[in-house]
């Protein structure tokens, strides 16, 4: 008489396969959550940079986009708030945010011909999380920005 069923080895051969594919799965996921925050945060931010510099031509004044704790500002000339809020994935924690090329500042300058009014080289803002990380340039001659994956 043979008995149906699965030895206790084979019980456990199928527990280890199990959980590597549940430690795969996890961290894929983590992975993926990072790359959707951090490329979701950096095209907001691209597009409230983009705003700032179509205020600072329609204005014929410059425009300054700045971090302000964990929301973003965008002030005129005259230090007039436009525009206050907090960008998705900008929370303490979740995104981190690296100003490169502008003299030690955390803010972009627009001049009223669109440029960019900063005394350093061409701004780089890094958004990164984890092992994500996206960069948006602003070049400094023209005002044209991209992002570009590192």
């Known amino acids: 008489m043979t008995e149906k069923g699965f030895t206790m080895v084979e019980l456990l051969i199928i527990m280890i396969i199990l959980g590597v594919i549940a430690a795969v799965g996890t961290v894929s996921l983590s992975s993926s ?12 931010l691209l597009q409230e940079l983009r705003t700032t510099r179509s205020e600072a031509l329609a204005r014929n004044e ?15 000339s005259g230090g ?3 525009k206050n809020r907090i ?4 929370r303490v924690g979740d995104v981190n ?3 490169q090329n502008l ?9 009223n011909r669109g440029l960019v009014g900063n005394p ?3 701004p780089i803002i890094v958004v990164s999380r984890g092992g994500t990380t996206r960069e948006v340039h602003i070049q ?6 991209q992002v570009v994956v590192p």
């Open 80 to 82: 007039n708030i436009i």
């Open 33 to 44: 959550t990072s790359n959707y925050i951090v490329t979701t945060a950096t095209e907001q």
């Open 87 to 90: 960008i998705l994935g900008w």
């Open 120 to 122: 350093a080289g061409n």
């Open 62 to 76: 410059t425009m300054e986009f700045a971090l302000d704790g964990d929301t973003y500002v965008i002030r005129d």
């Open 97 to 99: 945010l690296t100003f």
């Open 103 to 111: 003299g030690g500042a955390s803010r972009v300058l627009f001049t």
């Open 140 to 145: 400094r001659n023209t005002g044209y920005m």
